[in-house]
């Protein structure tokens, strides 16, 4: 079992920039592709970003690419999404998942199927 505890959301202006962060439960933090997926009022959930155990090999939405930046502390069981140059649209409840993979290399899945864990989010608002 896994516990994923996101925080670092608020609200901000467009072009500002915010740092979210997932803290997991237990020792196995590595053995876990790890992403974040955003869900705005009304609409699905969505893929942003995610990482592969190792921390080598990580994946974008093409609307967060050049923006955003995925990155994890494997010692500290942490994962961090950080976002730069918000825009009105990146309004969301963001959250982390874990996905246990079968290697530490394998990339970190798009699919919201391929996830085993989730937090219970943390909420991101940009003012225009």
């Known amino acids: 079992q896994v516990q994923l505890v996101e925080s670092g959301g608020g609200l901000v202006q467009a072009g500002s920039s915010l740092r979210l962060s997932c803290v997991a439960s237990g020792r196995t933090f590595s053995r876990y592709a790890m992403g974040w997926f955003r869900q705005a009022p009304g609409k699905e959930r969505e893929f942003v970003a995610s990482i592969s155990g190792s921390g080598t090999s990580t994946t974008y939405a093409d609307s967060v690419k050049g923006r955003f930046t995925i990155s994890r502390d494997n010692p500290k069981n942490t994962v961090y999404l950080q976002m730069n140059s918000l825009k009105p649209e990146d309004t969301a409840v963001y959250y982390c998942?874990?996905?246990?993979?079968?290697?530490?290399?394998?990339?970190?899945?798009?699919?919201?199927?391929?996830?085993?864990?989730w937090g219970q989010g943390t909420q991101v608002t940009v003012s225009s």
């Open positions: 998942a874990a996905g246990l993979r079968s290697t530490w290399f394998a990339p970190g899945p798009t699919s919201r199927d391929s996830y085993d864990y």
